[in-house]
């Protein structure tokens, strides 16, 4: 098999959610540029309309839809928006997303449904409108879900997000099988510490918060948004044609860095660490 590397999506149509900012909005743009057209989704309307501003001064097409994931009739008529408009859908980004830290005993049952909502119920909503219109326009397609590694390590204070995660994971890899006949692969991307202004803020809000968490990368930096739409784009493209129901891990070695016994191999950051 040969590929082309110019433009390899042309004539494609990726739907992205949570599009408007960070890595959704990263993805959304390296997809267009690529040559998708990009239906970027999310429930921020000036958001979306800066993602679709920025992917046409880059040459590419993509088109704004607000949406609540957590919404499913919501969700399918978008879908079905989409398809109408443009003709077609051959793939989804999941990667709207809900997280913040706290300890499991203060978690509000609010707190919970929220996140589960958005990330387990929202990814199910969209996996299964796309999944359903593929099957039936017999058309073959790919979806990546956006987790992070501790989706199968577990975290304090992220009980509702890791359960989340995890549930996607395994909605993951149970599609991959059911759907493989349909020609739609399912992945996952694990993403490590990001240099994002809403993760920034959900996650690590002070300097000291964000000095430890630099601290248990190997690599020693946050990740750039770019290098992780990189990551998704080959996912989403032909030359992972044969990947289905994996996880491609980008963290900069911090899931594999937990050292229990001997002296410290992962310093702490220097003050002007990225």
């Known amino acids: 098999m040969s590929y082309v590397f110019t433009e390899p999506l042309a004539g494609r149509v990726y739907l992205v959610t949570g599009g408007g900012s960070g890595i959704g909005a990263s993805i959304a743009s390296q997809l267009a540029q690529l040559g998708a057209r990009v239906a970027v989704a999310g429930r921020r309307q000036d958001r979306l309309d800066q993602t679709v ?7 590419g097409q993509a088109d704004a839809y607000p949406l609540d994931v957590r919404d499913p009739d919501q969700v399918t008529g978008t879908v079905a928006g989409i398809a109408e408009q443009s003709g077609r859908i051959d793939g989804l980004v999941n990667n709207a997303a809900g997280n913040f830290v706290c300890p499991a005993e203060d978690l509000s049952a609010n707190g919970w449904r929220s996140v589960i909502d958005i990330v387990l119920n929202g990814t199910w909503n969209c996996t299964s409108a796309v999944g359903r219109h593929m099957i039936n326009a017999r058309r073959p397609g790919v979806i990546l879900n956006v987790i992070a590694t ?27 099988v059911e759907w493989a006949r349909h020609g739609i692969r399912l992945n996952c991307i694990a993403p490590g510490p990001t240099s994002t202004a809403g993760a920034g ?74």
């Open 53 to 59: 501003a920025h992917i046409a001064e880059l040459g």
């Open 201 to 274: 803020a959900a996650l690590w809000g002070t300097d000291e918060e964000r000095e430890r968490v630099l601290a248990s990368v190997p690599m020693r930096r946050f990740a750039d948004p770019d290098e992780i739409a990189g990551l998704a784009a080959f996912l989403m493209s032909d030359q992972a044609s044969y990947v289905t129901g994996e996880v491609l891990t980008a963290d900069g070695g911090q899931a594999l860095g937990k050292q229990i016994y001997g002296p410290a191999v992962v310093p702490a950051p220097a003050e002007n660490a990225p």
């Open 150 to 176: 501790y989706a199968w390590t577990g975290h304090p204070g992220t009980v509702h997000s890791a359960t989340a995660k995890a549930g996607v994971l395994t909605m993951t890899r149970t599609l991959a």
